[in-house]
């Protein structure tokens, strides 16, 4: 029996080499050879403890890989393609079947994408995947697989920018310049808006500036609500998007937002600190709080050709690579305050 290498998280702030069988595939399946494994913000939560997932964990949702082995019934993509994985959509529910996949209501119930006695998220910590070919989407053959798994942040940007409605002249302001900072500003900048980042980090600061925003507002040492106000004649912005894990942003966020201002609720928390909201004010302002969670399968393959086309520069939020035998010293750098993503190449 072929096995397949992979790094687990067996408990908080541990991690295991195991060997598990190596998976075939069933009919309409693909096996892909992962090539490249990002480590995600959430992979780093769930090791420190501060996420709360069931252990052992097998984590890896950022990945790209070739295809070694296509099941039957699989025609879109052929033995030897690049491919990257999109989240676990059924595509047979009505949400899927109707462009809202971030809420496929079937995630749980899929076959595991390799077998493991834990919780899987992604599983691109594991060297071999097997998964429906709707979960694939191919790339080019000259694709960069190291960028090319980065398509899942990216494109969860890509989800996020396209609910805010963003028109041309627009001000947005992005809280936050970490690597879904640093995308939204991009993609901001793409849809003609000029853009306003709200970062203390003097590196982090100085990359907003070079990355092309307009203005740098530090909330440590300047108020975000008055200096948005100054920058748009007292109205504010048009659109505002929290990228930060913290519970003490969102009021000046909301206070941020000109009439008819869109709040978009990137981040994920950690903390269920509940936020006072006055709704009185959202009511007679006429303002929208717009939650977003990853990225349809459309979105994903909107960022595969912003990647392959090079209008993101990827190189940007790649801090360094590891070989695969060196995952545990990859998390160790993808630990370090201030990193934004470390890639484990097989």
């Given amino acids: 029996m072929e096995k397949a290498r992979a790094l687990i998280i067996p408990e908080q702030n541990s991690l295991e080499f195991v060997e598990l069988e190596k998976p075939d595939v069933r009919a309409y399946e693909v096996l892909v050879k992962i090539k490249a494994c990002s480590l995600c913000t959430l992979d780093r939560r769930v090791y420190l403890g501060t996420r709360a997932r069931q252990f052992p964990f097998l984590g890896g949702h950022e990945v790209s890989g070739i295809v070694e082995k296509c099941g039957d019934g699989v025609v879109g993509v052929k033995e030897g393609d690049k491919v990257i994985l999109t989240s676990a959509y059924c595509n047979q529910c009505e949400l899927d079947r109707t462009g809202r996949g971030t809420q496929c209501i079937n995630k749980s119930r899929e076959p595991q994408r390799v077998k493991f006695d834990g919780y899987i998220q992604g599983g691109g910590l594991c060297e ?3 998964v429906p070919a709707w979960q694939v989407i191919k790339i080019a053959d000259d694709a960069d697989l190291d960028h090319a798994a980065l398509t899942e942040p990216l494109a969860c940007c890509v989800h996020s920018i396209n609910k805010a409605r963003i028109k041309l002249g627009d001000t947005v302001v992005i809280i936050g310049m970490g690597i879904m900072g640093y995308f939204h500003l991009k993609l901001a900048l793409m849809r003609g808006a000029r853009v306003i980042v ?16 307009h203005v740098v507002i530090d909330p440590g040492t300047q108020d975000l609500c008055e200096e948005v106000k ?4 007292g109205l504010g912005a048009d659109v505002v998007v929290n990228t930060i894990p913290s519970a003490a942003v969102w009021n000046s966020a909301i206070q941020s937002l ?3 201002g869109r709040l978009i609720a990137y981040s994920s928390q950690d903390s269920k600190t509940p936020i006072g909201v006055d709704f009185g004010m959202m009511h007679s302002r006429e303002i929208e709080f717009i939650g977003t969670l990853n990225p349809t399968i459309e979105d994903n393959d909107i960022a595969t050709k912003l990647i392959t086309y090079h209008l993101i520069d990827m190189e940007e939020v790649i801090d360094a690579r590891f070989p695969f035998k060196q995952g545990k010293e990859a998390f160790a750098a993808a630990l370090k305050p201030g990193a934004y993503r470390v890639i484990i190449q097989y």
Avoid: C, F, I, N
């Fill in 128 to 130: 071999y995947l097997s």
């Fill in 230 to 233: 100054k920058l748009t004649d």
């Fill in 198 to 213: 709200s970062e203390m980090d003097p590196t982090r600061k100085q990359k907003a500036l070079d990355s092309g925003a």
């Fill in 258 to 260: 000109a009439p008819y």
